[in-house]
């Protein structure tokens, strides 16, 4: 295993210099700004050969932190995508780190670097503290995250809450986890109605969990049964609507949902979102399913994806707090109220 250090008058040039001897798959263990009196500030870099060499000449020294490493093909990547902002970021290591993290949990390279500059520490207010950039970072971060709970209301009046969404995000799952949580931890009477008479098998998917619950299930296809079904359910706490998987790009199929549910109904609407979809597929599901104006996001399929950054991209193109999140397709445990800590750490990790 070779450690050795390399520099260079920027980060770039000493990041080619690690390529070009010790190979792109070269594990990078420190970066750092040097600066001496009446001298050109240089760049150094400590790094060792990749990845494949460590396992193999020292498979127990390294552990986790291995994973927790930089290749120098991804700090090229990352020059590349931020230029002359890594060189900033050198100075404080921690920051570097978070910077990283972000980055490779798919959040975009702008939101980042505004975080960063949030701090104050690039734009003439320098931060002594190097630890305290990654705090102040983090900070910043949270601001933006806003959750909710769709059933903590002070009030007695009854909730309803419909959940939309394109077709296979896990709105019916979603439903059943959700009125069997209600049930349970929070002792609330709960109703089902479904407005999907479109996917085969949904009303009786639907039925199936709400005969488990025991609770009470209705279709509609109109309006007026809409409203017929809602009558029924005057004496329950909450009522869960189900509604048709829509394309993102079918706007008659929004504008019939839209005309299907009342707006002058109190009916709160929650858009699910899979973190396991493209990002640009997300941004325009939430950019057409805008005409129902829903109320919060649910993120699904945490389970499907390692990376969960785009939740942070997607706050913050339309900010709306998020009320869950769903883990997987158990019921009813796979599924999270919305945490800004865990949320935090999501996007972070």
Partial sequence: MQVKKYRA??????????????????????????????????????????????????????????????????MLCLLNNSGVFIEKLITYPGALDLYTKMIKNGVTDHYVRLFFERTGAFNGHPVNDIKRVKELALKEIAKNIDVEDPFDKKENNQIIAAFIGTTGVGKTTTIAKLAARLMLERAKKVGLISLDAYRIGAMEQLKTYANILGVPCFQAFKKKDLLFALRRMEGKDVVLIDTAGQSQYDRSRLDELKRLIPGDLNISTHLLLSIATAESEMNKAADNFRCLNYQSYIFTKKDETQKCGTILNQIMKQSLPVSYITTGQNVPEDIEQAEREKLLKLIVS
């Avoid at 870099?45 to 991804?74: C, H, R, W, Y």
């Fill in 9 to 74: 008058k920027t980060i770039k040039e000493a990041s080619a210099k690690v390529k070009n001897v010790l190979g792109p798959d070269a594990m990078i263990l420190s970066t750092q700004k040097i600066s001496k009196t009446g001298e050109d500030d240089v760049f150094e870099i400590t790094a060792l050969t990749g990845a494949k060499n460590i396992s193999d000449e020292s498979p127990n020294m390294f552990g986790e932190v291995k994973q927790e490493l930089m290749s120098i093909k991804e």
